[in-house]
């Protein structure tokens, strides 16, 4: 049960944190215990109101003990409550201090008026000597609290099926067809015909899938590229800058047992393709602007893959999003920084 007991602590440190980054506190451990003894409950679908002002701001918290539920509640008129960022169709208006509605500004792309030195407080986040957080970590440690119930749910699940064992086996398994899937799209992608690319057998049902969708990309600009964000300090691998039915995109491919066939399905995937574009379009090594984004799903079983094409309008809608996930995450290290100087000053 390490690995239950692993995620339980990560879930119960979300909550403390996020309760510390909407109230300025953190939560009374009697209540995070509780969330413990919740970690196994039922529904966590529940859309909760809350009216502040007339502003309707959605949570889902019933899952969480009662007394925990009225802190997360608890919120000033000018404080927001974070959302699940998953649904794309969540029209939740969002109010902040000028430090958050300053990061939230920030374009998706570098147009004729922007000036570098009005953003430079937001390059001072990451410290000397520490390393870029990554797209993948700001998102994992910003997950909403459903989806990481959810996640733990599963995991048990699989746990009971397969055992400690089986279970890390499969997820190595998982990132190494993902590996192999990733070096086999950029053979192909760097001149390889698709009949000739040497495809391992765990990946086969995702080749076949993939093979409606690799010949409409053309004009490949970079692929598994590291890029990184000079001014909002953040980096990823970019999987692909290509071409798609004629427009420039940033291309980000995905493997699923089960079908996503709309973006709602696809969790923090959008969210994850955004920042992408958001850190090329900055990154001077490239050279160049990108407005749309990708998202290509590809099955095992072999059918035809989901293709989520992303133009300005939507890349700009999850670009948002990302901005707000990636700032809950700064104030969460700013947290975890104030601690550690605290201590350090007393010994």
């Known amino acids: 049960m390490q690995i239950i007991n692993n995620l339980v602590k990560r879930w119960t440190y979300h909550v403390k944190q996020r309760c510390a980054v909407l109230h300025g506190k953190g939560t009374d451990i009697d209540l995070i215990n509780k969330c413990k003894q919740k970690c196994y409950g039922t529904s966590t679908t529940k859309i909760v109101k809350i009216s502040t ?10 899952y969480l003990p009662k007394e925990v539920r009225k802190n997360v509640k608890k919120v000033d008129s000018d404080s927001e409550l974070w959302t699940d960022l998953d649904s794309p169709t969540s029209k939740v208006t969002i109010h902040h201090n000028t430090a958050k509605n300053y990061l939230n500004s920030f374009p998706l792309q570098r147009d004729s008026g922007f000036v570098p030195e009005n953003w430079k407080t937001l390059s001072t986040d990451v410290r000397k000597g520490e390393r870029l957080p990554s797209v993948t970590r700001v998102l994992q440690d910003t997950m909403p609290l459903n989806n990481l119930l959810m996640l733990l749910r599963w995991k048990r699940k ?10 890390l086996k499969l997820n190595e398994e998982t990132l190494q067809e993902g590996s192999a899937l990733h070096r086999c799209i950029q ?26 969708v690799l010949p409409h990309i ?22 692909c800058l290509a071409t798609y039915k004629g427009k420039l995109c940033v291309i980000d491919w995905k493997t699923s047992k089960k079908p996503k066939p709309t973006l709602a399905k696809c969790f923090d995937s959008p969210l994850q393709t955004a920042a992408y574009a958001g850190a090329v379009n900055f990154e001077e090594t490239l050279g160049m602007e990108v407005e749309n984004t990708l998202l290509v799903i590809a099955y095992r079983n072999g059918q035809n893959a989901h293709v989520h094409f992303m133009p300005k ?11 707000k996930r990636l ?20 010994i």
């Open 53 to 62: 002002k007339s502003k309707v701001i959605l949570d889902r918290t019933h």
């Open 158 to 167: 699989m746990i009971e099926q397969l055992g400690e064992e089986g279970f």
């Open 187 to 212: 053979i192909y992608l760097t001149g390889t015909p698709l009949n000739e690319v040497e495809v391992d057998e765990g990946n086969h049902g995702h080749w076949k899938s993939l093979s409606t």
């Open 218 to 239: 053309t004009d490949v600009k970079a692929t598994e590229k590291y890029i990184k964000h000079p001014i909002l300090q953040y980096s990823g691998y970019l999987d």
């Open 313 to 323: 309008e939507t890349s700009q809608f999850y670009w948002e999003k990302w901005l």
């Open 327 to 346: 700032y809950f995450y700064k104030e969460i290290k700013k947290r975890e920084r104030f601690a550690l100087d605290a201590s350090e000053s007393e």
